[in-house]
C-alpha cells in the first residue's frame, strides 16, 4: 500500500510498530534471561531480571501515549485504526508476559536443588517453546502475516498439554513425598506463569489477524475442556 | 427487513461535450436511509448527485445515457415535467442561498408556485411545519419578516433545507450541505439529518469522510468517474473491499 498523503502520520504509525517490536524483543530476552536463572537455580541472575521490568512497563506507558495522540488528532481509519487499537492490546499483553517472567524469576530462590530435576527440565523445554512462540509471534507482526499469526496460534496447543503433563507429574510428586509440597507449589506457579505467557502470544497472534482482515479470529483450542481432576496414585 | 430501493441508477454514463464524466454507473439507493457520496475533486459524484434531479439539464453540453428510476419511473422520460420532478426530488446545495426575501417567504415560495395551498392559512401551515422538521422554527419564529440572508450561516442552511421539504418530496440531495458551516451548525444539520431520514430519502456528496461515517448507512466511493465501490459504510470505512477505496479513506490519497 502506498504512503499516506502526511508523512509525519506514517511516521508516528512506524513508531507505534517499532517500539512494540522493541517491546517485544524486551519480553523474549526477560523469558529466555528467567528460564536461565531457573534452570541454574541462578539467585543473583534472577534479580537482575526483576530490575529490567520498568524498561517494558515504560515503553507500554510510550505506545498508550502515542496511540491516544493518534486517534485524537489523526481519526485513523479502516487498517490504520486497527493498528492502534491493535497496539493497546498488544502493548498490554506483551507488558503482562514480561509480568510473568519477573514472576518467574522472583521464585528461584525459592527453588530448592532438591526439586524434582525432571520437571525442572520440563519446565524449561516448555519455557523453549513459548519463546519460538514470542520470536514467531513478533515476526508475524512486523511481516504482518496473517499465515504466521494463525501459526503461532495453533501452536499454544502443544504448550497447554505440557503444562497439564507438568501439572499431573508434580502433584503426583507431592503424593509421594509430602516434603516436596512448598517447592512444588513454587514450581507449579511458575509452570503456570510460563503457560500464561504463550497464552499472551496467542493473544498478539489474534490481534495480528484482526489488523490484516478487520475480523476477529473465531477459533477455539481443540483442548478446551480438558480440565479434569488429576488421578493421583497413592 | 428488505430495504425498499427508491431511486435505482443503471449504466449511467455522463458527457460534457467531448469529455465522459461518469462510466457505466449503476446504484441502488434505498429508501429512507442516507446514503453518502464520497471521493476527490472531480470523481463525478456531484454530476451523478445532480442527474437525480436534471440539474445537468441547464447545461447544454451535458448528455446523459443510461436510466435512472425512482419508484420506478425513469426520470429521464420524455413525458417527465423537469419542475414535477425538483418537487420530487429537492436540493440543498453547498453555500447556504437563501432567497433576497423574508424567513416567510423563502419557505412559501415553492409550495406557491407549486399550488400546494389553497388559502393563506394551509400556506402558513405549510411554512411552519416545514420550519419546524427543519430544526429552525424556534430560532426564526418571532422574525419572520426578516431576510433569509440576515441569518447565520448554519441557520440558512436549515432555512433552505425547509425551503427543500416545504415542497413535500421524497428524495433530498444535498451537495456538501455542511462545508461553508462551523462543527456546531454541522451538528445541527447532522442531527436534522437522522431526524429527516425517517420521512425522506437523503443522498449526501460530502467531502468529510468523518461526515460520511456519522450520518450514512451505505456509502458510495467514486474515482475518475467510475462508482468504484458501494457498501455499507461501516464496510467501507472498516474493510472495504477494494485497495483504492482503502487508499482513500485511510488518507493514501486524494
Known sequence: MSDHLVESYDKQLELINSNLVK??????QQVKDSLKALDEKDTEFAEEILKKDDKIDNLEKDIY??????IAMRQPMANDLRTVVSALSIANDLERMGDHATNVAKRVANVKVSM????????????????????????????????????VWDSDIDIDETYLEIYRELLQTMADNPDTINGCAHLLTIAKNIERIGDYAQNIAEDIHFIVTGETLERKSDNAGQWEDVDIKT | ????????????????GEKQALFDVCMDINQNEITALIGPSGCGKSTFLRCLNRMNDVIDICKVEGSIKIDGEDIYNDEVRVEKLRERVGMVFQKPNPFPKSIFENVAYGPRIHGLAKDKNELEEIVYSSLKKAAIFDEVKDRLDETGTSLSGGQQQRLCIARAISVNPDVILMDEPCSALDPIATAKIEALMEELKKEYTIIIVTHSMQQAARVSSKTGFFHLGNLIEVNDTETIFSTPANEKTLEYVTGRFG
Open chain 1, 116 to 151: 524434582p530435576s525432571q520437571s525442572i527440565s520440563k519446565i524449561v523445554q516448555m519455557g523453549d517453546d513459548v519463546q519460538k512462540m514470542i520470536k514467531n509471534v513478533l515476526d508475524a507482526f512486523i511481516k504482518m502475516s496473517e499465515k504466521k499469526a494463525l501459526n
Open chain 1, 23 to 28: 517491546m517485544g524483543g524486551l519480553v523474549e
Open chain 2, 1 to 16: 427487513m428488505e430495504k425498499k430501493i427508491k431511486v435505482c441508477v443503471k449504466n449511467l454514463n455522463v458527457y460534457y
Open chain 1, 65 to 70: 501515549a502515542l496511540a491516544y495522540k493518534i
